[in-house]
């Protein structure tokens, strides 16, 4: 199991076999964990990232001021965990799964500051 930051969540499910050519984007539901979440001027947590799967990877974007993000990536069933410091100055991260094959994985994301989203998806 990833981080202890990681809370039942919902399951979006993508088919195995997407190409990353010609296959859709599937969104990843994230929901944050972890350390106190970044809030707004209400004072309810936001979740800064968007993050979904096309074709063997996963791409994580935000329009917040984030230099660097950690993504873990881990395949419940085998256990197999794929992680990557990325550099999101640009707005745009991603990690590749593509030897993942079927099954359920869980998405961590790590900002900077400690703070953290998770969510999941199946193939």
């Not at 990843?28 to 993050?51: C, E, M, S």
């Not at 001021?65 to 419940?76: L, M, R």
């Not at 085998?78 to 999101?88: L, N």
Request: charged fraction near 15%; include cysteine.
């Amino acid at each position: 199991m990833l981080a202890a930051c990681l809370f039942v969540m919902g399951t979006t499910h993508v088919m195995a076999d997407d190409k990353k050519d010609d296959a859709p984007s599937v969104p990843i539901p994230l929901i944050t964990g972890g350390k106190a979440p970044i809030n707004d001027a209400r004072g309810t947590a936001t979740v800064p990232f968007v993050a979904y799967y096309q074709g063997g990877t996963i791409y994580v974007s935000t329009s917040a001021e984030f230099s660097v993000i950690t993504i873990n990536v881990e395949n419940e069933a085998t256990s197999q965990i794929w992680g990557s410091a990325s550099d999101i100055s640009d707005g745009m991260g991603e990690i590749s799964i593509s030897n993942g094959g079927a099954g359920s994985y869980t998405v961590e994301i790590i900002t900077e500051y400690g703070e953290c989203f998770v969510g999941s998806f199946a193939l």
